[in-house]
């Protein structure tokens, strides 16, 4: 990407379906976006990351999910030209304390714009601590403290790499206990 680039995309304003979406919400504004080969577009906003169809015909918020920053397990980018792809892993709460990795979902994008750098920015300031620890029955646990938008405390939560492994009465043992250690180790009280 040429410096003229740089500067047209540093100023361009987000397609009109895309500002109405997010006007819809008063509490997220547009961060970064990118178009999708699919004709819709990839849009970070400063609760999450939402998808929006070309052929949404009511710009409402609510037709829009969005998958909120501390519910992203990861992010990874590929690049293509001007474009490339984003395959992004959303986690899920199975039980309190404990998250599970969902599908992954691809965006595919035409056009990229600055979406890489402020989805990895938005994503990274939401870990604020991540610990990995072996599990007795050869696969591993990852402990992560999150700070989540609207609690003063950060969330630490367990994610196996295994999900059978959640289901094993001796690693959960060992998860649990990690956890416990590394909460009480992260507590300012003490």
Do not use: C, N, Y
């Not at 395959?87 to 304390?97: A, C, F, Q, R, Y």
């Not at 601590?129 to 990852?142: D, E, K, N, Y």
């Not at 992560?144 to 295994?162: H, I, M, S």
């Amino acid at each position: 990407m040429s410096l003229l680039d740089r500067v047209r995309s540093r100023f361009a304003r987000p397609p009109e379906i895309v500002r109405a979406v997010v006007a819809a919400d008063p509490d997220a504004r547009v961060l970064g976006w990118g178009e999708r080969v699919d004709g819709g577009w990839t849009v970070a906003t400063s609760r999450g990351l939402r998808v929006v169809p070309a052929d949404l015909l009511q710009p409402d918020a609510g037709a829009v999910p969005v998958l909120p920053w501390h519910q992203i397990g990861t992010a990874r980018w590929t690049a293509a030209g001007g474009g490339g792809t984003f395959t992004v892993t959303p986690l899920t709460e199975v039980e309190p304390g404990v998250q599970a990795r969902l599908a992954p979902q691809r965006h595919v994008l035409r056009e990229a714009g600055d979406l890489p750098a402020v989805l990895k920015k938005r994503v990274d300031l939401t870990v604020v601590a991540s610990q990995r620890h072996q599990l007795p029955t050869g696969g591993a646990v990852l402990l992560v403290a999150r700070r989540v938008p609207g609690q003063a405390a950060r969330e630490w939560t367990v994610v196996f790499d295994d999900d059978a492994d959640r289901d094993d009465p001796v690693a959960r043992e060992v998860a649990r206990e990690r956890l416990a250690a590394a909460v009480a180790a992260d507590d300012p009280t003490r």
